[in-house]
């Protein structure tokens, strides 16, 4: 057991984690943040992104441990202060860029990410960037919509129906 | 202008906001106080005896509980199959027993042989390593074909792998005859390949029992929660239903694979009372690939004959059907009722048969997955038609058309009766989307850059919300398969409305306020959806089929109208007017011709605070309960297209172009709607290109992650500019009150052959002599149609 301490959605934590305590298992199990989720054992599926140091980072390949010292943000801490939907959470609602809900969390992270890095992104780079987010309801479709219109692109032409 | 609340509008989805912020309620972030962690020791053999089962050593382990073996369900109930098919010489088919752990022998990889529960997942997975098993390895039965000419059985007491061979539609002699006179017939051999379901979050039970009242409560990802008390209660555990709550909350997709009852779910409640404490199971990845029930894998041989004018004049299939080890929950009913009743396809074909051999093997046992049937039925019935109108050099729409069905209603000769349709429409439809008329100059342009271009086109209908009870109790269901709905007013207006359909995805706790605020014209806001728990509902079939709405939303509809009865007593009594002058509208109860009014909350208080009210008539209170059993199913329909462009020098094949058009008679919610659709279609267009669930001949289990097993990224499917999906031709169901037919299926069922028929014409165009290509139509593959 070693003592890790890091800032999660801007309020320190700190706590006693065993060596191979997973990232994901501390923020559902020991912070109870249960927005991050697992969805596949083998680091493909982005369920799991989180931020840690501003970068997206699947959370389920990382030690708690690792994080000793990082600033690290979750689905949880996304939304407005004034807890509205952020830009991104917006945009997926109005654009219905999710249906169960499960893939969302790391889907928002991501875009979050995509984003932040490259703020107007094309349609192909949208598609290319989520190689590391499996969505098994949506098929991508209004997810792809939803981070373009969050860019500030006008998407309304580009309709599906 | 589009609506802004109500039925047709797009509202925006009030699930969202909980899903958005990570506070959704998943089974895996419920967490019982002083719980335990289960993890399953499981066959890495795909058949073997087992001689022995040594836990001593294990026992011994830091944290243990208790560990279970098949021998301690000696006594306790098998997994129950819920559909018995009686085969074509008129025997029920051969039903093998389906311990929840495995007793004597292991039947495929994965197969649960002990479970470890444990004070944590870490502590239960060291132990079970510790296990020590002694089995003997048995030959694998893999192939069906091989499995029915004999050889390793996979139930010793069964006479055979084969479980059932069945037969249905027109009279042998008949079809034969047609063929006879047939001026061609066109065959194709066809494989409907095995698929994972994979929705996003794995499976989980939890199981926590009260000693205080001998109450067990299994929370679990389940699409039905209501069946699997029914089924882990009556038939597995002997648990009474007033004993026994199941709680399904926010579930992470379905798709099929979470209608049925698993092993898992029935250990973690039974364990939870043997030990006297919640047990936890949560599967992993590669867990669900080797236990989640998976789903298709037919082998297939169509025959479709047709006159000198053209017109179809029989079908005659012959399928094997992988069934896997056990008999998974609604499996049998998948190559049957599901499969066989819809390959009349929209066509007038006057002569059908369809045969189904459903056939053990060792592995993980197939069941409904998207569609189930349905998409194995238009695959078939599509690719044919579409190599015969290349086997007779005809336009494959205009072979089509001229063969649909154009009267309604239709009796087919598979049994069903189509209510309402218009094929010709959504053909229409299709064919403006895609742009037909410009196809040859875009495969020029393709041509141009050395590539070849295929267009590719599909019709397909399906029998959703199923289904008439007593039709299906004489077609083997073990359940009814109506729904049920309660609405609780309460006193100050708002409503509670409890229904027994199950929300995993589809947006149901948006969707169904919106009928019923449209119904007593007053805000969706004020109307909240409860489901999931088999406690706080009254009864439910749960969702699948594409039946919430029009099965549950017709039992809701139906309470809805008994509340209004009700109400409109109450403001009779208030008005001091005539039950049969009052109306509602806006939410305002008025008596016809005067500008006397009760708004609806006076009236809902009314009910609770009866002061002044007509108590000698009707009972205080506010909520009606009704249960639907629907009329017949429901057909909806569409025309798909696509275009591909094929590099003739790797196979690769590019998805450029997707349409779709479809008839789903009303449609509630727009916005969700064309959802369903988007994710049925990058289903189908997955299980064309990239989906492979792979066993090596050993009984091996290749693909059993997410390297192994190809699920379509968003790179996969094509760009928005060149995508529509469209439901503007709408035939409402003429059967029940909202005249809605159901979506959830659709694009699973049409994408596969019109994009594999794009393929096929591409490589037509190349100069190719190429048929048909087997899903997924991989890069390989397609290259060595090419150069085979
Ligand atoms: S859970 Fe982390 S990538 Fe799948
Ligand atoms: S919304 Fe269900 S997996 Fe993406």
């Known amino acids: 057991m070693a003592e890790v301490t890091m800032t999660v959605n801007g309020k320190s934590v700190t706590k006693s984690v065993k060596g191979n305590t997973l990232m994901t298992d501390f923020l559902r199990e020991e912070l109870r943040l249960t927005g991050t989720h697992v969805g596949c054992d083998t680091s493909q599926c982005g369920a799991c992104v989180i931020h840690v140091n501003g970068q997206a980072v699947k959370s389920c390949t990382m030690f708690a441990a690792e994080a000793d010292g ?62 590391g987010n499996i969505c098994r309801c949506t098929g991508y479709h209004n997810i792809v919509k939803a981070i373009m219109a969050a860019s500030g692109q006008d998407v309304s032409s580009i309709a599906a129906e | 202008m589009p609506k802004d609340q109500g039925i047709g509008a797009s509202t925006k989805r009030r699930e969202d906001v909980r899903f958005l ?96 529960v444990a004070d944590s997942l870490e502590e239960a997975r060291n132990a079970a390593e510790a296990i020590e098993l002694d089995i003997t390895e048995l030959d694998p ?99 009474p239903e007033h004993k026994l709550r199941v709680v399904a909350p926010d579930v992470g997709g379905g798709f099929g694979t979470k209608i049925f009852h698993y092993a898992e779910e029935a250990f973690c409640t039974f364990a939870a009372k043997a030990c006297n404490r919640a047990v936890k199971w949560t599967a992993s990845r590669s867990e669900a690939f080797m236990s989640d029930a998976h789903g298709r894998d037919h082998v297939t041989t169509i025959k479709l004959a047709l006159d000198k004018d053209n017109n179809f004049t029989a079908v005659h299939t012959d399928t094997y059907a992988n069934m896997g080890a056990y008999l998974s929950t609604f499996a049998p009913s998948v190559p049957t009722w599901l499969h066989g009743t819809l390959m009349a396809g929209n066509y007038k074909t006057p002569n059908v048969q369809v ?70 429409a959504t053909m229409d439809k299709m064919e403006e989307l895609i742009d037909v008329k410009g196809f040859a100059a875009r495969r020029a342009e393709s041509e141009k850059r050395g590539k070849l271009r295929g267009l590719g086109i599909n019709c397909f209908i399906e029998a959703c919300g199923i289904a008439p009870s007593n039709l299906v109790g004489q077609l083997g269901a073990r359940a009814g398969l109506y729904d049920a709905a309660t609405v609780r007013v309460n006193a100050t207006g708002s409503i509670s409305v409890m229904v027994g359909a199950h929300s995993h995805g589809q ?16 805000d969706e806001n004020m109307i909240d959806i409860v489901h999931g728990d088999s406690s706080k509902i009254p009864f439910g079939m749960g969702t699948y089929g594409s039946r919430s709405i029009a099965v549950c939303g ?32 806006d939410g305002q109860f008025s008596v ?59 196979g690769a094949v590019d998805l450029v172009a997707f349409v779709s058009a479809d008839d789903f008679g009303n449609v509630i919610n727009p916005m969700i709607v064309e959802g369903q659709v988007h994710g049925g279609i990058a289903q189908g267009i997955g299980q064309a290109l990239l989906e492979n669930c792979a066993y090596d001949e050993n009984g091996q289990l290749l693909s059993a992650s997410y390297m192994d097993y190809a699920m379509p990224r968003a790179d996969d499917l094509p760009n928005m500019a060149n995508y529509r999906v469209d439901h503007s031709c709408q035939t409402p169901c003429t ?28 490589l037509q165009s190349g100069g190719h002599k190429v048929d048909h290509i087997d899903m997924p139509a991989t890069p390989q593959r397609v290259w060595e149609a090419m150069n085979g």
Not at chain 1, 118 to 127: H, L, W
Not at chain 2, 395 to 404: E, H, K, S, T, Y
Not at chain 2, 507 to 522: D, K, R, S, W
Not at chain 2, 597 to 625: K, R
């Open chain 2, 21 to 116: 912020t990570g506070a959704g309620n998943y089974t895996d972030d419920i967490n019982v106080h002083g719980q335990a962690y289960v993890h399953f020791l499981r066959s890495d053999v795909a058949h073997g005896t087992i001689n022995g089962i040594n836990t001593s050593a294990a026992e011994g382990m830091p944290g243990v509980v208790r560990i279970f073996t098949g021998a301690d369900f000696e006594g306790v109930g098998g997994l129950p199959c819920g559909w018995q098919v009686t085969d074509k010489n008129g025997e029920p088919m051969q039903e093998p027993a389906h311990p929840v752990l495995a007793q004597g022998k292991v039947r495929h990889v994965g197969d649960p042989i002990a479970a470890v």
């Open chain 2, 735 to 762: 059967h029940n009150p909202l005249g809605v037919k159901g979506c959830g299926e659709a694009g699973a069922i049409g994408s596969p052959p019109t994009v594999i028929n794009a393929i096929v014409d591409a």
């Open chain 1, 70 to 131: 990082a600033e690290v943000a979750t689905i949880e801490g996304q939304a407005n202060a004034d807890g509205s939907l952020s830009v991104i959470q917006a945009a997926f609602q109005e654009h219905h860029g999710l249906q169960c809900g499960f893939c969302t969390p790391g889907m928002v992270m991501s875009a979050a990410a995509l984003l932040k890095e490259n703020p107007k992104p094309t349609e192909a780079e949208v598609r290319d960037y989520l190689e």
């Open chain 2, 141 to 239: 039965v893999v192939d069906m074909k091989a499995a029915v000419a004999g050889g390793a059985k996979v139930h010793d007491d069964l006479s055979s792998n084969l479980c059932y061979d069945w037969q249905f539609g027109s009279e042998t002699e008949a079809v034969e005859k047609a063929f006879a006179e047939a001026a061609h017939v066109t065959t194709l051999e066809l494989v409907n390949q095995r698929m994972v379901a994979n929705p996003m979050e794995p499976r989980v039970a939890v199981g926590d029992y009260s000693r205080a009242n001998d109450e067990s409560t299994l929370y679990t990802t389940s699409q039905n929660p209501h069946v699997i008390r029914l089924l882990m209660g009556a038939f597995v555990l002997g648990i």
């Open chain 2, 507 to 522: 947006g149901h706790e948006t969707a169904f306020p919106q009928v019923v605020a449209e119904m007593l014209g007053i």
């Open chain 2, 592 to 650: 016809a011709g005067t500008d006397k009014s009760v708004a609806w909350g006076d009236v809902t208080l009314a009910a609770y605070v009866p002061h002044n009210y007509p108590l000698e008539d009707i009972e205080p209170g506010l909520e009606e309960t009704a249960f639907y059993d629907p009329a017949n199913f429901t057909y909806p329909a569409g025309a798909y297209a696509c275009e591909v462009e094929v590099d003739p020098d790797t």
């Open chain 2, 355 to 424: 045969n189904v051999k459903a056939v053990f093997t060792t592995t993980v046992p197939v069941d409904a997955y998207r569609g189930a049937g349905r998409p194995e039925a238009t695959f078939q019935l599509e690719r044919v038609i579409d190599k015969a109108a290349r086997e007779l050099g005809l336009d494959p729409i205009a072979l089509r058309r001229q063969n649909f069905v154009t009267q309604f209603p239709y009796a087919t000769p598979v049994a069903v009766e189509y209510d309402t349709g218009d094929y010709h």
């Open chain 2, 554 to 585: 017709s039992a809701m509809v139906r309470a809805t109208e008994k509340i209004i009865n009700k109400a409109k007593k109450i403001a009779s009594h208030l008005l001091e007017a005539s039950e049969a002058d009052i109306e509602l509208k």
